[in-house]
């Protein structure tokens, strides 16, 4: 055996998988500048973190900002309310950083002289306009950031010709769910490349003192004009009224001397310079101040509190109301105003610097050292993200992992949501309609969020989805251990846990019912502990984690399972439309639902909690009875979902797959649409070393006694099969039969296997659509590999067809799993009908290749992700300007990899980078990999 095998052995632990070397904490042991920065933040020496890339792309829209009597969130604050009305919950901006309370904020505003407003945030559809609902309309990229954000860049294109607000929304009304979506570039605003690449970097110089580098250039063929106003602002703590943490006296912002610098004084944050450079092509450049405050009088029709409002910088700027802007030099919200005028391919370069007072550069000139510092912080970057991208790795791979990294980073948000003050309103403002009471959220007025959260995308989901969370913080602790492992304690704090121990989902609906992966990521993230063995603070984890993950576990045995028969339900369990009918709403009189993916999503978060208990039980032998009792649950769900003697489990002998089943008065009907539901099952896989058993003599003599006295259960499922050669234990819900079958429609690509990837519905029902009467009325679902072309759950996303990462994800390292315990005694064919045989893990490698397809360019350099024969598929083959940039969609076509939904859905697709580890030779978790895999 060759010293990576015994590695690879000794590591085992989560599900038979190797344990992860946590990437960020070798870039800390081999002394990158930023691994120095990171452990000085982790133990507090210094707040590196305190200021990021935490300011939303959209805040109006939001269930936050709503205080309508009918939660119509999306009417109640709109865009073009936006820039005249005061936010209560939060802020937002283009390609913005602020503090990690969100008081101070930083962000870039543009007007190219045609647009009827001021850009200060981006714009899109909501969704009710959009024709697969909400939408951004607007070209930006997240290119580089590391976890400190020492340093960060981004980019957003801006047309040179008026943005198109009109068109779009127009086009929104007349498409319909089978069009494509209408998108700014389809105006034609960048076929000439008449536009501005508006390139944002940020760089610390220090852990308070945060440089901002605003690059604007013509990519168009003649002189252009371009108005710049590179914007700091207090967010509106103030006038609410309110009492709870984070409310504060009004702050101020002040000019110092007759320069372009300010001074800020904020009542829990210390005191911060601003300063602006002069800049060669705007010499005449001024600091305008206004308040953030709403403007009443063109909202409401009433007289103003201040004459200095939100909106005086459009009103300047665009309207020409030179009354608009405050004369006084002070207020809550300033900008430096440049006016540059830019050769055709030239570019102008804009320098902001912020300083706490006692962080101050040297010298009198505030950029004398401007330049150094960013290229210093570059290099580091570089130099950083080399510890963790092998040097072997595809130059084409390593720049999609290292954008989808920076997407990642570029997308944690302050996040503020206190549902009680939101329920009751503030004693400062009006009374909300007492219907609100009976409303949204109301059974979680506990919850108190205040924090800095990892965004699945934030201008389409401005606010955490607990699911995808579980998800991020999976390729997050490749560059971030502590902030990923402090995402998962966060969601199990009481301020944000509810009292039974639902996790809640989202502020749309805090009570909706996700698949349960917060265990899994949370065992995952312990298995990747740095060194040879777990710290304390790492044992201290999981143990804290897993006392609250047994509420969280009870909640659902209680809440999910009516009959107590271990056949579970749960809704839509975050697949949206996957079924023929809204799982999440009750169904006729007498009727009862019974998920395959709900009750095989139990056994999963069984056999997680069985590993967890196991890990703990080694360190004190207390846990020894929670792991009898894990086991012994998973084996009854696993018997349950199977159920060959009693014919009432929901896996169906004839067609070799597992289906949800509709159980009315003692006659059960199984839902034979074959999707991710009958998928699911796979995903619970546990193999055990014998040797570890052996350490556990109490766990020990329990799951002999069951296996002797419960022999009903050991014939007929996957139940602790012990193998003769290698002495392991394989805990599994189908049996190896029935993975064989499973697989053989997995990897066929009449049915589930794309180009890239595998779909979440078979292609099988785009000829065969699967019907069902219910209640006099024909139900249907068929393959739809792109858009949904129904308007179930919204429309805006859609799981008849399209590739999705997380669940693909679990497909892949299940597959390890399987394989590690099978060997060469389970091959698979693939595709299916090619006569090529593979072992599990090379399969698991076969799918990594095909997702990792989907960023990368094809022969004619398009990346399939952009899409082929769109208005910006030529540009992104071959522009200099475009090929290298790429947007992570929240889902992709099943057909072609075109991505669809959200468009810098970072979040769960920022997966990619561990499928790019494994294509590297890391292995999924980042660890070396035995010689034969």
């Known amino acids: 055996m060759s010293a990576c095998e015994q590695r690879f052995k000794q590591c085992l632990q989560v599900c038979g998988t190797p344990r992860q070397n946590n990437m960020a904490d070798k870039a800390q042991m081999q002394g990158s500048a930023e691994g120095d920065r990171l452990q000085q933040d982790k133990v507090r020496k210094d707040n590196w973190k305190r200021w990021g890339p935490y300011l939303s792309d959209r805040q109006w829209g939001t269930v936050r900002e709503d205080y309508s009597p009918d939660g119509t969130c999306w009417d109640y604050f709109t865009h073009d ?90 086009e929104g009304r007349n498409r319909g769910k089978g069009d494509l979506e209408y998108e700014v570039e389809d105006a034609g605003l960048f076929d000439e490349n008449k536009y501005w690449d508006v390139e ?51 702050p101020r912002i002040a000019q110092e001397g007759n320069g372009l610098k300010v001074r800020t004084k904020h009542d829990t944050l210390e005191e911060f310079f601003c300063e602006w450079g002069p800049v060669e092509e705007s010499q005449d450049v001024q600091l305008l101040f206004t308040e953030n405050e709403t403007n009443t009088k063109a909202l409401y029709g009433q007289e103003n509190y201040t004459p200095y409002v939100k909106d005086a910088f459009h009103r300047y700027v665009v309207n020409g109301e030179e009354d608009a802007v405050s004369p006084k030099k002070h207020g809550t919200k300033v900008s430096a105003y440049y006016t540059v005028t830019v050769p055709a391919g030239g570019k102008s370069v804009i320098r902001t610097r912020m300083y706490q007072h006692d962080q101050a550069p040297q010298g009198k000139d505030a950029f004398a050292d401007f330049d150094k510092v960013f290229e210093l912080r570059k290099k580091e970057a570089d130099e950083f993200y080399s510890t963790i991208q092998p040097q072997k790795m595809d130059p084409q791979l ?78 997050l602790a490749n560059v971030d251990y502590e902030f990923a492992k402090s995402q998962l304690l966060l969601f199990l704090r009481e301020w944000y846990m509810h009292p039974n121990g639902q996790i809640p989902a989202y502020e749309f609906a805090l009570g909706d019912v996700n698949p349960p992966v917060h265990a899994w990521a949370c065992n995952r993230l312990f298995h990747s502990h740095p060194g040879e063995l777990p710290s304390k603070q790492d044992v201290q984890f999981l143990e804290s984690v897993y006392l609250k993950l047994i509420l969280n576990f009870t909640w659902w045995v209680n809440r999910k399972d009516p009959n107590g028969r271990n056949l579970f339900a749960g809704g839509f369990l975050g697949l949206d439309n996957i079924g023929v009918f809204d799982r999440s709403k009750p169904l006729p009189a007498d009727m009862m639902l019974e998920q395959a993916d709900g009750t095989a ?30 086991f012994e649950h998973s084996v009854y769900i696993i018997d349950a979902i199977n159920n060959f003697g009693g014919g009432k489990g929901l896996w169906d002998e004839t067609d070799g797959f597992y289906y949800d089943h509709i159980r009315h008065h003692g006659n059960s009907q199984a839902m034979k649409l074959r999707s991710l539901v009958g998928l699911v099952p796979i995903f619970s896989v546990l193999v055990l070393e014998k040797s570890t058993m052996e350490k556990l003599p109490s766990f020990a003599k329990r799951t002999q006694w069951f296996v002797k006295h419960r022999k009903d259960l050991v014939e007929r499922t996957s139940f602790m099969q012990e193998d003769d050669q290698q002495n392991r234990f394989l805990l599994a819900v189908p049996t190896k039969r029935q993975l064989e079958r499973i697989l053989a429609y997995m990897f066929d690509e009449d049915e589930f296997l794309s180009e890239y990837g595998i779909r979440s519905m078979s292609k099988f029902h785009e000829k065969n659509p699967f019907t069902i009467q219910m209640q006099g009325e024909e139900l249907r ?31 892949i390292i299940s597959l390890q799993r399987f394989d590690y315990y099978y060997g060469d005694s389970l091959k698979v064919e693939v595709p299916a009908r090619s006569g090529n045989f593979m072992r599990l893990k090379d399969a698991a490698d076969e799918l990594c290749e095909r997702l990792a ?81």
């Open 601 to 630: 999503w139990m056994a999963f978060f069984c056999a997680v909690m069985l590993d967890m208990s196991i890990e703990l039980a080694l360190k004190d032998p207390v846990y020894e009875d929670m792991a009898s009792k894990f």
């Open 398 to 475: 390593r720049n999609v992992q290292r954008q989808a990294y920076a997407g990642m980073l570029w997308s944690r948000q302050f996040y503020h949501y206190v549902v009680n003050d939101w329920l009751h309103g503030d004693p400062d403002q009006p009374k909300p309609p007492a219907s609100r009471l009976e409303g949204r959220n109301r059974e979680w007025d506990h919850l108190f969020n205040r924090d800095v959260i990892s965004m699945p995308d934030k201008w389409e989901y401005p606010w955490y989805a607990s699911w995808d969370l579980a998800f991020h913080t999976v390729p």
């Open 200 to 250: 944002v970097e940020y760089a610390k110089s220090s852990s308070q003192n945060v440089l901002a580098r605003i690059s604007v250039h013509n990519r168009g063929p003649e002189e252009a004009t371009l108005h710049v106003l590179p914007t700091l602002w207090f967010r509106n703590s103030w006038i609410w009224g309110c009492k709870h943490e984070g409310c504060t006296a009004k």
């Open 781 to 811: 679902a068929e393959y739809t590999p792109g858009e949904s072309n129904s308007y179930l759950f919204g429309g805006n996303s859609n799981w008849r067809g399209p590739i999705w990462f997380p669940m693909n994800f679990l497909i």
């Open 81 to 170: 309310q936006a820039r005249s009305r005061a936010y209560r919950w939060g802020e937002d901006g283009i390609l913005g950083v602020t503090d990690r309370e969100c008081r101070l904020c930083f962000a870039v505003a543009l007007w190219n002289g045609k647009d009827p407003i001021l850009k200060e945030r981006l714009y899109g559809l909501t969704g009710s306009q959009g024709n697969h609902g909400e939408d951004v309309k607007e070209l930006y990229y997240h290119l580089d950031c590391t976890p400190t954000m020492s340093y960060a860049k981004g980019l957003y294109k801006y047309p040179q010709a008026e943005y198109p607000y009109s068109k779009i929304n127009e």
């Open 853 to 933: 397809k989907i960023f990368t360019p094809d022969a004619e350099g398009i990346r399939p992700c952009h899409g082929k024969d769109l208005r910006l598929s030529e540009k992104y083959a071959k522009d200099p300007h475009f090929k290298d940039l790429v947007l992570f969609y929240e889902y992709f076509h099943g057909d072609n990899g075109r991505g669809c939904g959200a468009s810098h859905q970072t979040g769960w697709t920022g997966l990619i980078v561990n499928c790019i580890n494994i294509l590297s030779g890391l292995g999924h978790q980042g660890v070396c990999r035995p010689a034969d895999q």
